[in-house]
């Protein structure tokens, strides 16, 4: 696992008797390693009028929890991107979910705010595409991006647990930011994951997938 320093001259630390918090006097640094962990970049997929992009491989037991970073994102319909999961290498996607979602935006007339539980945007035991964001503008600065977590997908005991958090230009126009969480409810390997918007195609954009080390 990557080591991480943090310069704490300006700190007051106690450690705990856990001793969970490591101080390294060598280098005036702070070990992280026992929280956090590096990034292992598995796949790269660039989108070009592309109707769906799926990540068939890399997605199995070598990590706990794997990302997939969102870089402009745009579509060709104002839609929302949505995901969905595979137990069978991405032959068929329907994997059943349970998921959650609340969300804020502010437009650019700043003449609307908000901040709510998105209900209607909730699965309970549906197998359908989970939606990653709201409407994204079609204009040709509207995008989004963001980052989705999928933690320990290769288990065969735990249904696979996952979050995320995109912000995207929505059509007031404005600044959405949107949050998700839930779970693929079932103890099969999940080991494909396909994205893509609720209509038309993804015209442009990056997704990056990592393992967490």
Do not use: C
């Not at 059509?171 to 998700?180: A, K, L, R």
């Amino acid at each position: 696992m990557a080591l991480s320093k943090v310069n704490f001259n300006s700190m007051n630390v106690t450690p705990a008797a856990s001793k969970a918090i490591k101080f390294n006097s060598s280098n005036n640094g702070l070990e992280t390693g026992d929280i956090g962990g590096s990034l292992v970049l598995l796949a790269t997929q660039t989108a070009s009028s592309s109707s769906t992009i799926s990540f068939t491989s890399g997605i199995d037991s070598t990590y706990k929890e794997y990302q997939f970073h969102f870089t402009d994102i745009h579509p060709s319909e104002e839609t929302q991107f949505e995901f969905q999961g595979s137990t069978n290498g991405g032959s068929s996607y329907g994997v059943t979910m349970t998921s959650t979602t609340f969300s804020t935006q502010h437009d650019e007339g700043d003449s609307s705010t908000s901040l709510n539980y998105a209900g209607g945007r909730d699965y309970a035991q549906q197998t359908g595409f989970q939606a990653l964001t709201h409407s994204v503008k079609i204009d040709n600065d509207g995008s989004t991006g963001g980052i989705l977590h999928l933690f320990e997908p290769s288990s065969t005991t735990f249904v696979k647990h996952w979050i995320s958090n995109f912000n995207f230009m929505n059509t007031d126009p404005g600044t959405q930011n949107v949050y998700h969480a839930g779970y693929f409810n079932t103890t099969s390997a999940v080991n494909a994951i396909q994205f893509k918007f609720g209509s038309g195609n993804i015209d442009a954009g990056t997704i990056k997938l990592y393992g967490v080390s």
